[in-house]
């Protein structure tokens, strides 16, 4: 499947005077074939921000340097996914990767891009988008989805290998999913959880901008979890060290695991957890159990998994990826349900890990204001959205304009209730003064 191109870009934008070279355009359905290490230098080029651009209305926006080694975007991570069967058409994510090529053949653009007939997976909600379209006689589905499935974590979407005009060329990517979404009959394309420059570039061509909130915690180059401790109030520091004294009290006992303590019985212990807890009420677990060796297989050094024991069984994990700055939080489960213990192998094992590992923060989700309490503030997501029908994008625009001034209202309500001490350096000033990020645990992590 080809996508439409042509030989230039013209722009207004100075930092993309310098002419363009020739690029071919082209949708693959599956990441075989491709070569990882091209991939991947364009996965990993860092993300500038807009220092002069920042979105009116969002004292938010993140004026810094976004991560440039982002686990999810590597062709390891989502190659597993497709190889696992986890996400492939017949579960509803259909590749459509945009592959861009210069002159020479070199792989110089990608996009993760799925064609869908479902909403699920994705952690931007727009099922009442599509119910009140086909309610009034439209067809919501296929739609274009750019996206990590299953991964709710803000990382680069429109790919640029480095020493190449990154603005340019990701316009020439927006451009193309747009032609693609023609081409396939897609009513929209959905960017989630793209960096702030991305979504700020979407925005200046066109597309409809939403915000949201998560939870992260920052590394304020803690020497241990009780220096951390220290930055909090009376209150809640009684409170978590009473929790996790509680976690461990029906003789539980916790491990770190990475790279080569990742056994396949260990992962067999991991996913029986995983579809527990999945399985129940609001629960969806999308991974197999392939995934799992996969992905371990490939990236296990990258991987963080916090198991907790309890008379010689394995009965609870919270699995944690490492970037090159942040400790991203995704999936939990049990067997066993004590009180505390979701708290102490989320959000307080990876605070540990992060301040061993000398890591900047750590994504622990959205869902759940449970985690303001444990140390984790309100920062930023983003997503850009390009709707084909002018009816239904005026009334998507209408509601995202009154949706992103409660989402900024709500950031400033959560973040003047946290637990740091008012007089801890810092401690409260991280949301304002670009401390962002995400992650999201398929389970409420």
């Not at 070279?21 to 364009?42: M, Q």
Request: glycine share 8%; net charge neutral.
């Amino acid at each position: 499947m080809k996508a439409p191109t042509t030989n230039k870009t013209t722009t207004n934008d100075p930092s993309t005077a310098a002419a363009l070279p020739d690029l071919t355009i082209e949708a693959v359905p599956s990441l075989r074939g491709l070569d990882p290490a091209a991939w991947n230098a364009c996965a990993r080029a860092p993300v500038l921000p807009a220092a002069d651009a920042q979105p009116a209305g969002d004292e938010f926006y993140p004026a810094y340097q976004e991560t440039a080694d982002n686990p999810f975007v590597s062709h390891e991570f989502l190659s597993a996914l497709e190889e696992s069967g986890s996400a492939v058409p017949r579960t509803g994510w259909a590749g459509v990767h945009l592959i861009a090529r210069d002159a020479a053949g070199t792989l110089v653009g990608a996009v993760p891009a799925y064609l869908k007939t479902h909403s699920r997976g994705e952690y931007v909600f727009d099922q009442g988008w599509a119910e009140a379209y086909e309610a009034a006689g439209g067809r919501y589905y296929p739609k274009l989805q750019v996206s990590v499935p299953f991964t709710p974590c803000t990382g680069p979407r429109l790919m640029v290998r480095p020493g190449h005009d990154a603005v340019a060329v990701r316009r020439r990517l927006a451009g193309a999913l747009t032609a693609l979404a023609r081409q396939t009959g897609a009513s929209s394309v959905h960017v989630t959880f793209p960096t702030g420059r991305e979504w700020l570039e979407l925005g200046a061509a066109g597309w409809l901008l939403r915000t949201d909130r998560q939870f992260q915690w920052t590394n304020r180059a803690y020497a241990s979890f009780e220096a951390f401790l220290e930055d909090l109030n009376a209150r809640r520091r009684k409170a978590i060290r009473r929790e996790r004294r509680e976690a461990l009290a029906p003789g539980i006992e916790i491990r770190r695991l990475t790279g080569a303590d990742l056994t396949e019985e260990v992962w067999d212990a991991f996913f029986a957890c995983y579809m527990d807890t999945g399985s129940r009420k609001w629960g969806r677990p999308y991974l197999t159990r392939d995934f799992f060796s996969l992905v371990s297989a490939r990236m296990a050094d990258t991987i963080v998994l916090a198991m907790a024991r309890r008379g010689g069984r394995w009965i609870a994990g919270a699995l944690n990826f490492r970037g090159s700055d942040t400790l991203y939080g995704r999936h939990w489960g049990a067997i066993e349900h004590h009180p505390f213990l979701h708290f102490e192998l989320c959000y307080y094992q990876a605070i540990e890990a992060a301040i061993e590992l000398g890591l900047a923060r750590v994504e622990a989700g959205a869902q759940g204001e449970h985690k303001l309490a444990r140390g984790y503030l309100p920062v930023p997501t983003y997503s850009a959205h390009y709707i084909a029908d002018p009816a239904l994008r005026r009334g998507i625009a209408s509601y995202l304009a009154r949706e992103r001034a409660y989402v900024a209202d709500l950031g400033r309500t959560l973040l003047a209730e946290t637990p740091f001490r008012k007089d801890a350096a810092g401690a409260e000033k991280g949301l304002a003064e670009g401390d962002k990020g995400l992650a999201e645990g398929e389970f409420e992590v």
